[in-house]
């Protein structure tokens, strides 16, 4: 069953044109990876997945679970299941990441008709992950991304995803400015939310993250559209050969 | 400039004259109390209510904005009185000391006056009126030639006074709770709070000023080695002056606190001293402000001596068409090596009307400090936002935790959890009206 469907679609950013006609599908359950060079519009669909509002549509649409989510804002598009973990996560200071996880997990909660998660509930479900990621009771005081590292900061998004449950996962170069370390506690993470019910849509610059998080299929972007898919070893072809052979064809 | 007497007067200058003239024979305090308040009034009257051309007042221009002046407050009555015992609810959840004001006087019988080893408490009028020792401090702590004060001084018809002998620890905070009525008359209020060597004291200080014009004043003298924690609120539907003159000792550690909200048109001035050598001092605020309120924020910090740290920071929220105005001024005077001094304020813009005007000084006259200030005025940062509501938090949500993380910087430094949660709590309230 098709769970992401972007159709067709065009984004300019002040004037310039990212997107280009993209087409993508994303299957239920499926791990999809996006790669493709700097400027070929990785972050930008990422941002208009998440309902960033300085992206303007000229065209086509974006279905989730049949549905466009176009006109819907970033907090509808959340409570719906869609989840973005930010290349850049921005520091949210006076708001503690525990304030924060519970009121973002109870807003969703609400738009969704459902009860609010019991205290007892919510620190186990909190605590639980936590461990899993390395964070410890103290980061979980402190202000939401203030002061932490990069590698701090990319397993708070994990942490985040884990606790929100999305249907829809978006990464958005999750493995840059991590050190090999890092980057197995994060894709660990990941892996750990992998379910038939949950769609996730990867995307990277290199092939490395892939070792990880081995997707279903790769997609590669470049100049605002898809131009190439198919499975894993295509991320090996692109690492071994660069992107340059999609650089000039889809202009 | 304006020499000698002005011959025009406004209406308001002219009813201030009068209330003088009729009020100076009751006014409690003779001999060097009353030729003090003849010299504060000449004050006045030679140079009149300040206005925009006197750069202290420059953005609050209150011979412009005090069209009349109400007359002194008479007596409580048994409404007023009964107003008074509820006020200061903000601070309901600490267990205080509570010495209540009403309409500008003390009342006993809803004051706390079990006795506590080295806490002497008073009525001024009682102490001018006796010419308790105390009261021989007034007007001593930091002079100004301020008009506000002076008017204060002029009039003064009660308050606290307050000593902590040396060496106690107080067991509970002490607060004040000044409440108006919805009259339209002036209370004239002024406390000497002395904190003596080595003593430790908090001391909450509420405003609920109701429609009455309120000129409040507190001198406070914070002893060598001693700790005091100041708070003070205020909430008032008309014009509240408020004015603090505080000497700090040596060694002394002193953390002053406003929290300004719904407050229609206030000017809060601080003049706080570093009087002795190695002393830290916290002079921090929160105002907010929607509909047409008026909140200004005075500072005037002075490193008289050397060695002594001090932060200042301010914080403002501004909707509608709220207009805040902070200047902070720091004077490190020649001799004050080694004065470590930073200022920052911001303001928080939250609709394309409201106004912040920021003016912070720096007047440096010794060689080896370090001293800095800072001033912001923006809007909610709109990527803050997105990744808030990129989790779910709805737009209204997500910009009224963003507003109390902006708030929670600056009350996050009050020591005391009781104090902090009851200004959050309030902080919260403003929030959840706004709607």
């Known amino acids: ?251 | 400039m304006n020499v000698g007497v002005r011959a025009v007067k406004t209406p308001a200058e002219q009813a201030l004259g009068a209330a003088f003239a009729a009020a100076r024979a009751k006014l409690p305090g003779k001999g060097s109390v009353a030729a003090l308040r003849e010299s504060a009034f000449r004050r006045f009257d030679t140079q009149g209510l300040p206005h925009r051309r006197v750069e202290e007042w420059k953005y609050t221009d209150l011979r412009a904005l005090m069209r009349e002046a109400f007359p002194l407050a008479a007596p409580p009555n048994p409404a007023t009185k009964a107003h008074a015992k509820d006020a200061g609810e903000i601070f309901a959840g600490i267990a205080a000391r509570r010495l209540v004001f009403a309409s500008g006087a003390f009342v006993p019988e809803l004051s706390d006056l079990t006795p506590e080893p080295g806490l002497f408490v008073n009525s001024l009028a009682d102490a001018l009126a006796k010419g308790d020792t105390l009261v021989a401090n007034i007007g001593k702590t930091f002079e100004t030639d301020d008009t506000a004060v002076a008017l204060n001084t002029a009039l003064m018809c009660d308050g606290a006074t307050i000593r902590v002998a040396a060496g106690t620890a107080l067991k509970r905070p002490l607060h004040l709770v000044f409440a108006g009525g919805n009259e339209p008359t002036a209370a004239f209020v002024r406390s000497l709070v002395v904190i003596e060597k080595d003593a430790r004291a908090t001391l909450l200080e509420s405003h609920d000023s109701g429609s009455a014009q309120v000129n409040a004043a507190l001198e406070l003298v914070v002893g060598d080695d001693a700790r005091v924690d100041y708070v003070r609120t205020t909430q008032a539907q008309g014009l509240h002056i408020f004015s603090l003159m505080a000497a700090i000792g040596a060694r002394a550690v002193f953390n002053g606190f406003s929290f300004n909200a719904d407050a229609q048109l206030v000017r809060n001035q601080m003049f706080v001293r570093f009087a002795g050598e190695g002393s830290k001092g916290g002079i921090r605020g929160v105002s907010l402000l929607k509909g047409k309120e008026h909140v200004d924020t005075t500072l005037l910090i002075d490193h008289a001596k050397g060695h002594c740290e001090s932060r200042e920071q301010f914080k403002s929220v501004i909707d509608d068409e709220g207009h805040a105005v902070f200047q902070g001024k720091i004077v490190v005077q020649p001799h004050a090596q080694k004065t470590d001094a930073k200022m920052m304020t911001r303001a928080l813009l939250l609709s394309d009307e409201a106004e912040a005007d920021n003016k912070p000084e720096l007047e440096i006259f010794a060689d080896d400090v370090i001293c800095g200030h800072g001033a912001t005025a923006s809007a909610p940062d709109k990527a803050l936002k997105f990744y808030l509501m990129s989790r779910g938090i709805p737009e209204a949500e997500a910009e009224a935790l963003l507003i109390q993380a902006f708030i929670g910087e600056v009350v996050e430094e009050i020591s005391n959890d009781g104090i902090r949660e009851a200004l959050m709590f309030a902080a919260l309230k403003w929030l959840g009206a706004r709607g």
């Open chain 1, 1 to 251: 069953m098709t769970f992401l469907e972007v159709k067709n679609l065009h984004v300019e950013v002040e004037g310039k044109k990212i997107l280009d006609g993209l087409t993508l599908s994303v299957e239920k359950g499926q791990v999809a990876a996006i790669m493709g060079p700097n400027g070929s519009g990785k972050s930008t669909l990422a941002y208009v997945l998440a309902g960033k509002d300085n992206y303007q549509v000229t065209g086509g649409d974006v279905l989730f679970n049949g549905q466009s989510i176009l006109e819907m804002a970033p907090d509808e598009r959340a409570s719906k299941g869609i989840f973005l973990a930010f290349q850049y996560p921005v520091e949210v200071p006076g708001v503690a990441t525990m304030t924060f996880l519970r009121t973002a997990l109870n807003a969703q909660r609400k738009a969704r008709g459902d009860a609010e998660l019991s205290t007892p509930e919510f620190m186990k479900r909190v605590r639980d992950t936590a461990s899993n990621l390395g964070i410890g009771q103290e980061m979980l005081r402190r202000a939401v991304n203030v002061g932490f590292s990069g590698g701090e900061k990319k397993r708070n998004e994990i942490l985040q995803m884990a606790v929100l449950q999305p249907l829809l996962a978006v990464l958005d170069e999750t493995d840059s400015g991590l050190d090999i370390d890092a980057l197995r506690i994060v894709a660990d993470g990941v892996n750990r939310l992998r379910s038939p019910d949950r769609s996730m849509v990867v995307i990277t610059h290199y092939q490395r993250l892939l070792n990880y998080i081995v997707p279903d299929v790769v997609h590669v972007l470049a100049k605002g559209r898809v131009v190439k898919s198919g499975g894993k070893e295509l991320a090996l072809e692109l690492e071994a050969r660069g992107y340059t052979q999609f650089q000039g064809e889809a202009a």
